[in-house]
C-alpha cells in the first residue's frame, strides 16, 4: 500500500509541474489507494457509462524483437479497476482482447505473441508476433465491478524489428585442397545470433544447409570433405535471438583444387633377372611432391606400392618380380596437399626369365638355362621337386647340368637358382617338367 500512496504522488506531482489547470478528484484517488491489491476479474459486459473514459497518450514502440511494448496514461479515479489492451491485424479491426491489467497504476505492457487472460486460458489464437510485422491496438478502461466502457483510445501501430539483413563481404576461397573456406563480416544488427551458410552446385540453386554458426562474430567456416576439381556457390543468412531467419546474400562461387594430372608416358626401359626398371615424362604441375609406382600381378585384383619417388625422379625400378612373372604397372602423381592423381594407363610387363630346358636322353635329364654371368652371377644351384618338398642336386659354374639318376616312365620337376660371388641369391627360375621316356 505504501508503494501504492508513493506512486500516487509521484503522478500528481507530474501533473502539477505539468501545468495541469483541471480539477483533481482526491476523492477518487483515496478510493483507489484502498481498493484491494490484486481484485478477481469479473466476467466483463460491455457498457456505455459515459463516466468510464478512454485512456489517453497510447503510445507504441517500433523495432522490438518480435515484441511491442505499449504506453499509456493512467486513469486516476477508484472506480477504474484497470485496462484491456485490444490488438488488430488492421487498423479497422477486428480487435481482439488480448491482455486484462487489473492494477490502474500499470500503464506499461509488451504484446509478445500468445496472450493468457487472467484466471486462465488463451484470449488469442496467436503463437507469435513475426519479423517486420505491424500491428494495431487500442485501450479502454473496465470499473471494479466488472463494466467493460466502451470508449477506446486512439488506435496506434507498431511494427517489430525487420528480418536481419545478410550479412556483408561474404567471400569463398578457391584452389583449396577438398574444402572451401568461408569468411564475411559480423551484422551490425545487435540481436543477430548467428549464421546458416548454404551451399548449391548452381547460382541459381537449390540450395541445402551445410551448417549452422551460433554467436554475433563466428563469421568464419571451413567447408571440408568435398571432391577435387568442384564449383560451388556458397550464401549466409542472418539468424536473431528468436530464431527469425533473413534473407540470403547473394551466392559466391569457389572451386576445389583439382588433382593432379594421370602421369604419361610409362614404359619399360630396362630388364634384369627379377628386376624391371621403368620411366614416365614428368607432370607439368609447380607443386607435385612425388610419384608413386604401383605393380598388379597376374591374376591379382589389388595394386602394390612399388616404390615411391620424389617429384624429381622419373624413373623407377621393381626388384621383387619372379622370373617370367608376367606383371602391370601404373603411376600416380601426388602433390603438396595430399591430392592423389588418377592412375596412368597400364604397361603390360613380362620379366626376364632363365630360359631354363630340360630334356630326357640316353644317359639323364639335360638342364640348360641363361648363366647371367654379365649381371654378375657366378654360379647356380639346381633343384629337384617331389612330393615333400624340394632337395638341392648340385651347384655348378657353367648353365648346364645332367641328372643321370632318373627311371623310365617317371616324371621330375627341376628348378634353378643364380647365385653371386657373396653368396647372394636371384630370384628362382619357374619349375620345368619332363618325363624319362
Known sequence: ?????????????????????GTLDFEGARRWLDRPEAPTLPDFVETAESSLPAPEGLR??????????LHWDPI????VGGYVVERAESPDGPFTKIAAIAEPSRTVWTDQGPAEWPGGGMVSERQEIGDG??????????????????????????????????????????????????????????????????RSPSSGGPFEPVAQLTGLHQTVHLDSGLGDLRVFYYRVVSINTAGGRGPPSAPVRAMTKPEPLPPFG???????????ELAWLPNVETDLVGYRLLRIRNGASEAEVVVSLAAEITRGEDAEV??????????????????????????RVESVGYQLRAQATGDGVHLSWNSRADEGFTGTRVYLHGALGQSELAFVDGAEFVHPDVKPGNRYRYSVVLERPDASRATASAPVEVTVP
Open 1 to 21: 500500500m505504501q508503494a501504492r500512496r508513493h506512486s500516487l504522488g509521484l503522478a500528481l506531482a507530474a501533473l502539477v509541474v505539468a501545468g495541469c489547470t
Open 133 to 198: 510485422e505491424s500491428l494495431y491496438y487500442r485501450v479502454r478502461v473496465f470499473s471494479t465491478t466488472g463494466e467493460l466502457a466502451t470508449a477506446v483510445s486512439d488506435t496506434v501501430k507498431a511494427t517489430t524489428a525487420l528480418p536481419p539483413a545478410p550479412p556483408e563481404g561474404l567471400r569463398a576461397y578457391s584452389h583449396q585442397p577438398r574444402a572451401v573456406p568461408l569468411s564475411w563480416r559480423a551484422s551490425e544488427a545487435p540481436y543477430v545470433a548467428g549464421y546458416a551458410i548454404e
Open 76 to 79: 486516476l479515479e477508484g472506480r
Open 322 to 347: 619372379a622370373a617370367d612373372e608376367v606383371v602391370a604397372y601404373r603411376l600416380v602423381a601426388l602433390d603438396h596437399d595430399g591430392l592423389e592423381s588418377n592412375r596412368s594407363a597400364p604397361v
Open 60 to 69: 507504441a514502440t517500433d523495432g522490438e524483437l518480435r515484441s511491442i511494448p
Open 266 to 276: 610409362l614404359h619399360l626401359v630396362s630388364q634384369k633377372l627379377g628386376s624391371n
